[in-house]
């Protein structure tokens, strides 16, 4: 009987606990609500202000991301502290400050990795849908984030590279300046006028749509081949201009500087293979017979 006693008394006493504790509680969640959806608000303009001021919209993104993930801390922690459990906040603070090291420990790759993004994101080395080469991936910038960063590559391939191995390794960006450099290789007959082959293949080089007028195509002896003198051009393009792909400005090279070549009666022949012979009896013996 005692026990049964006991028990309603403590169903009641923890009952009337919680009916004390339902305002608190309540003011608790309007509070994280009101709190989420004020710093939402300021994140929001912060954001757009920075963006306006901003030459890189990877940054922007970035600190949107930390923001929004600091907010939610900060919330849960104001709302411990008016629900009456200060103490788990500050706890878990003090937790958090020593679980750090321990965890830093075990993942240490994570912690880099974060640290790796948020210099990326202040420095600057790359924008979106920038063209990049970096750890062996070669492909445009899709997006930066806290862990790591988001390229596709031109076979449609999309590489989640770790912030930590961009800023580790050499970051090739093939068009931050807007300019990037092609080249093409042809090979003309030894007894051709090689300055005449130059002089066509420059001539049409700067009549390709996509070809950039600033820096002026060049053509130059590559090297000397087994039956061909090869000549190598070089021009740039503009990555800026979407109206025309590096892929067709090449090929439209191609094809004029070959029509053209041909057309001015220059060879180009394939190459020669010379095969030697050092036996005494014949490579290939061939009999007739009468019939």
Aim: net charge neutral; with cysteine.
């Amino acid at each position: 009987m005692n026990i049964t006693e006991d028990l309603q008394n403590n169903i009641l006493d923890y009952y009337d606990h919680f009916i004390a504790f339902i305002p608190r509680l309540t003011f608790g969640i309007l509070t994280l609500l009101i709190f989420l959806l004020v710093a939402k608000i300021i994140r929001k303009k912060s954001i757009q202000f920075i963006q306006e001021k901003a030459e890189n919209p990877l940054m922007v993104q970035f600190l949107n991301n930390f923001f929004a993930i600091l907010n939610v801390v900060l919330g849960t922690l104001l709302f411990l502290y008016i629900i009456g459990l200060s103490g788990l906040a500050a706890s878990l603070l003090g937790a958090a400050s020593i679980s750090a090291i321990v965890i830093g420990f075990a993942f240490r790759d994570i912690g880099e990795n974060f640290i790796a993004g948020v210099i990326l994101a202040f420095n600057s080395p790359f924008r979106i849908k920038d063209y990049v080469t970096t750890a062996n991936v070669e492909g445009t910038i899709v997006a930066l984030r806290l862990r790591d960063t988001h390229i596709k590559t031109s076979d449609g391939k999309d590489v989640y590279v770790p912030n930590a191995n961009i800023l580790k390794n050499p970051l090739f960006n093939n068009t931050i300046d807007g300019f990037l450099r092609k080249s093409f290789r042809i090979g003309v007959d030894y007894a051709a006028d090689v300055n005449r082959a130059q002089e066509i293949i420059l001539k049409n080089l700067k009549n390709i749509k996509g070809v950039q007028d600033e820096k002026s195509p060049q053509t130059f002896i590559q090297s000397l081949g087994s039956s061909t003198i090869n000549i190598e051009a070089r021009y740039w393009i503009n990555t800026f201009d979407n109206s025309i792909s590096s892929l067709d400005v090449q090929s439209n090279a191609f094809k004029t500087c070959l029509q053209e070549l041909e057309k001015a009666g220059i060879q180009m022949p394939g190459d020669i293979l010379e095969l030697k012979n050092y036996n005494t009896e014949p490579l290939l013996s061939i009999s007739y017979s009468n019939n």
